[in-house]
T-cell receptor, first 114, second 112 residues
Framework: AQSVTQLDSHVSVSEGTPVLLRCNYS??????LFWYVQHPNKGLQLLLK??????LVKGINGFEAEFKKSETSFHLTKPSAHMSDAAEYFCVVSLMEYGNKLVFGAGTILRVKS | KAGVTQTPRYLIKTRGQQVTLSCSPI?????VSWYQQTPGQGLQFLFEYFSETQRNKGNFPGRFSGRQFSNSRSEMNVSTLELGDSALYLC???????????FGPGTRLLVL
C-alpha cells in the first residue's frame, strides 16, 4: 500500500538558516508526491508536486524537494528560513486506483526562531 | 479564479444532532474530495465525488455521507453527531489534473 512517513514531528530553525523536512514514501510504483503547508487556522496550500518529469521540483516561496528513488525519499528544503514559514507541513502521496485520494503524512511543525 | 469556498466556517452542535457542510469548488473543477482533520488521527480521506457520482470512499461509518450537484458543488452530512466528530473538515477540488487537489479553508465543527 502507498504511504508516506514524515520523520520529524517538530523542526526548529533560526531565521535565515536552511530548512530540511524529511519524508520517506512507500509505493509499489512511481508515485505522485506532494508537499502541502498549513498555517494556523487555515486550509492546506499546495507547495509543490512531483510526477516523474524531473527529480528536483521547485515550488512556491523558495521551497524545493528532491525525489530519490534509491532512498524512497522526498525531502523538502529551503535555503533560508523566514518567519512566515512557520507552519505545519504535510508530505502527501496520491492514490488514483479508484478515483482520487490523497494519503497524508502525520505532519511536521516548523518553528522559526528570530 | 476564486478558490475553494466552504460554508459555514465554524459550527457548534450537540451530540445526536446532524450537520450539513457545503463546498463550492474552483470554477471548472468536477472532482470534489472531503477530508477530516483531527489532532489524534491527522488528515483522513472521507470521500470523493466526480460528476455527481461517489468515486471513492474512506473508512468512515455510514453516518458520514455526501453528495454532489450538477454544478459540482458538494455537501457532506454527518448524522447522529458524536463528540469524536469534532474536527476540521476540509474540502478540495481538482480539475483536468485530477491528482492535484486545491483545498478550501475548512469548516471547524465542535460537538458538545
Amino acid at each position: 500500500a502507498q504511504s508516506v512517513t514524515q520523520l520529524d514531528s517538530h523542526v526548529s530553525v533560526s531565521e535565515g538558516t536552511p530548512v530540511l523536512l524529511r519524508c520517506n514514501y512507500s509505493s509499489s510504483y512511481s508515485p505522485s508526491l506532494f508537499w502541502y503547508v498549513q498555517h494556523p487556522n487555515k486550509g492546506l496550500q499546495l507547495l509543490l508536486k512531483y510526477t516523474s518529469a524531473a527529480t528536483l521540483v521547485k515550488g512556491i516561496n523558495g521551497f524545493e524537494a528532491e525525489f530519490k528513488k534509491s532512498e524512497t525519499s522526498f525531502h523538502l528544503t529551503k535555503p533560508s528560513a523566514h518567519m512566515s514559514d512557520a507552519a505545519e507541513y504535510f508530505c502527501v502521496v496520491s492514490l488514483m486506483e479508484y478515483g482520487n485520494k490523497l494519503v497524508f503524512g502525520a505532519g511536521t511543525i516548523l518553528r522559526v526562531k528570530s | 479564479k476564486a478558490g475553494v469556498t466552504q460554508t459555514p466556517r465554524y459550527l457548534i452542535k450537540t451530540r445526536g444532532q446532524q450537520v450539513t457542510l457545503s463546498c463550492s469548488p474552483i470554477s471548472g473543477h468536477r472532482s470534489v474530495s472531503w477530508y477530516q482533520q483531527t489532532p489524534g488521527q491527522g488528515l483522513q480521506f472521507l470521500f470523493e465525488y466526480f460528476s455527481e457520482t461517489q468515486r471513492n470512499k474512506g473508512n468512515f461509518p455510514g453516518r458520514f455521507s455526501g453528495r454532489q450537484f450538477s454544478n459540482s458543488r458538494s455537501e457532506m452530512n454527518v448524522s447522529t453527531l458524536e463528540l469524536g466528530d469534532s474536527a476540521l473538515y476540509l474540502c478540495a477540488s481538482s480539475g483536468t489534473d485530477q491528482e492535484t487537489q486545491y483545498f478550501g479553508p475548512g469548516t471547524r465543527l465542535l460537538v458538545l
